[in-house]
């Protein structure tokens, strides 16, 4: 097993998790099967309890597991499927030791961060490191570990300690590479990149018993060579380790731009990985470079008014503006993405203040297409209730997730069912009219890992159906879920008699999983969250139908029989023309080489 440590300095929030996850792309397009971990230095067990604003989205595997948004960069870029565990964190090290020392297991021994805590870190990110995540059951080769907080931290030093007791001790130098990434920043007052950031970090990493083999500089601009120069000077690496990503059009150029400047020659050296492949013969690294291009090309555009609760901060909602754009890109459209806070959409706020008022309002209407994604509590539920009855009488394409199909529901028994005080118990729990309730089995007293979770099939009941369509006429999917609440199901026959139709059941027949509205352009509401499995080259269904939707494509769509037309799709390649493209690469790449000696 090699492994690739990612850690970070200066500040917080650099891109570790990006590049992370370009470097494991890079390996993987050499032929390398790879895995990843997430280590978040704080004590909490997970992710799960957190409010948005803290950290971002909470990110749902497979398994059930709440993790931080990182994994799910991760699963993207790889096209993997990760673990529970693949999430360390101090809370679930601390627990573990501490179950082992109830149980005995340290009995007469004083349990201590060295070595206990640091041992149980050490055997964790072994063990985690050999499970397979590529759905083969075959052993990774090459694990990306990345640390997060800032190097300095104090919760982040039994990490610290941790990996310099394991570079040193358990593994052999060829089978572990550490990257650093740091900031240079450029004052506008001086235009000056500044290095003395980068060589306090790498200081204080050294200081601790680590040394980079890597340094990736961030920055606005490309660091310049001299600068490049002083690094290496002061760093103690070779001028050629030191790495430059600078801000780029889109997240897809990172892995490339890492390429162009060698990093998988000198990861395959370092780590001594003997594989024929290279990225320049690679179908996916081709189509990841195609991807970028088209997304930088991209003349026409679409509007989609996301209507939430948390819209100040832009990773609370990270999955669901990924998949906006993953399907935005498959339909040739750039995506011009309008975050409209919920609240700003009530009555309350005409009164409070008219210009936020009229200005979301503005935003929403002339949107080509409403999305309204998932949350928790009362707040701006009436707004996303208000923009669901505004998709719904004007046929605006509308697609509702986990939230967003319940308030929808809620809407619809308003309006149509004229059942006025319908509500969810979770906002209204007095309501003589519960068309949204809690599942009592997930209901146990306790907030976290207590909701229905994870990976759970829905099977389709009609052929008629736009979404199985979408999802490639299967009888039943299965997507990944987390949620408390779920439409009631003895309101069920009501709405399906004045056309709000269930297409989609979980497999007891119980709960509502999908929801289309007859007579409508695209009204679908889901109660999974399907962003979760969205893939760059391979959209999700549900947002897919969006984008078409909304940019008029869906029913030349449907007349093709559900196939995207071939400039339009890029999972599946011609691999023809494709075969033809990587050897005119490498010809190039060859001369490149010979005329640089």
């Known amino acids: 097993m090699k492994y690739v440590l990612v850690s970070g300095g200066v500040i917080s929030g650099i891109g570790k998790g990006v590049i992370a996850s370009s470097l494991g792309m890079i390996l993987k397009s050499c032929g390398v099967r790879v895995t990843s971990i997430k280590i978040d230095p704080y004590i909490n067990i997970d992710a799960g309890t957190f409010s948005p604003y803290e950290h971002g989205e909470v990110f749902v595997l497979d398994d059930g597991g709440e993790v931080d948004l990182d994994l799910g960069n991760y699963e993207r870029f790889l096209d993997i499927t990760l673990h529970r565990d693949n999430n360390i964190t101090t809370g679930k090290i601390y627990q573990h030791v501490i179950n082992k020392e109830r149980r005995g297991d340290y009995l007469g021994k004083t349990v201590q961060v060295v070595p206990h805590i640091t041992d149980a870190i050490m055997d964790w990110v072994e063990r985690v490191a050999k499970i397979p995540v590529d759905g083969d059951n075959q052993t990774p080769e090459v694990c990306i570990v990345e640390l997060g907080g800032t190097i300095g931290d104090i919760e982040g030093m039994p990490f610290i300690e941790a990996f310099r007791q394991f570079f040193h001790f358990r593994i052999k130098r060829e089978d572990y590479c550490l990257v650093h990434v740091s900031l240079v920043p450029q004052p506008q007052a001086t235009g000056e990149q500044k290095t003395k950031p980068t060589q306090a970090s790498v200081r204080e990493l050294r200081g601790l018993g680590l040394s980079p083999d890597l340094i990736v500089c961030r920055s606005t601009l490309p660091i310049a060579d001299p600068v490049k120069a002083k690094i290496s000077l002061f760093c103690h690496v070779k001028p050629q380790q030191v790495f430059s990503i600078h801000d780029v059009s889109s997240l897809f150029r990172v892995p490339l731009l890492l390429h162009a400047q060698g990093v998988s020659k000198f990861l395959m050296e370092k780590l001594e990985i003997n594989t024929s492949s290279s990225p320049f013969g690679s179908r996916m690294m081709m189509r990841w470079k195609d991807l970028s291009d088209r997304h930088d090309r991209l003349l026409k555009e679409v509007t989609i008014a996301l209507v939430g609760k948390y819209t100040q901060l832009e990773d609370a909602y990270s999955s669901v503006i990924k998949s906006l754009q993953h399907s935005s890109l498959c339909v040739s459209h750039r995506l011009n ?18 210009s936020k008022y009229h200005d979301a309002w503005h935003q929403l209407v002339s949107a080509n297409g409403v999305l309204v994604p998932g949350g928790f509590g009362k707040r701006g539920v009436e707004g996303k209730c208000l923009a669901a009855n505004w998709a719904r009488t004007n046929n605006k394409p509308f697609l509702g997730v986990c939230l967003g199909l319940q308030c929808a529901v809620i809407e619809y028994s308003r309006n149509v069912l004229g059942l006025e005080d319908a509500h969810s118990t979770e906002f209204n729990p007095k309501t003589k009219n519960p068309v949204v309730i809690d599942m009592p089995e997930h209901n146990t007293g306790q907030m ?31 997507e990944r879920h987390r949620h408390r609440y779920e439409v009631n199901p003895t309101v069920v026959s009501q709405l399906e008699g004045e056309g709000m139709k269930f297409v989609g059941r979980s497999e007891d027949g119980e709960r509502m999983e999908i929801m289309e509205l007859q007579g409508h352009p695209y009204y679908v509401g889901v109660q999974y969250h399907p962003e979760y499995l969205s893939r760059p080259m391979k959209p999700s269904a549900p947002y897919l139908g969006l984008l078409l939707a909304s940019t008029g494509k869906l029913s030349t769509y449907v007349t093709r029989g559900f196939r995207l037309s071939p400039h339009l799709s890029y999972s599946e390649g011609n691999d023809e023309e494709l075969d033809e493209e990587i050897a005119k690469l490498s010809i190039e790449k060859s001369d490149s080489v010979e005329s640089t000696s």
């Open 448 to 478: 976290g890992g207590t909701m229905r979770l994870g990976k759970r099939k829905t099977l389709f009941n009609t052929e008629s159906s736009i979404l199985r369509k979408l999802y490639g006429k299967q009888s039943f999917v299965e």
């Open 337 to 354: 993405l309008r975050c409209i806070e919920a609240d700003h959409l009530e009555a309350a706020m005409m009164k409070e203040n008219p």
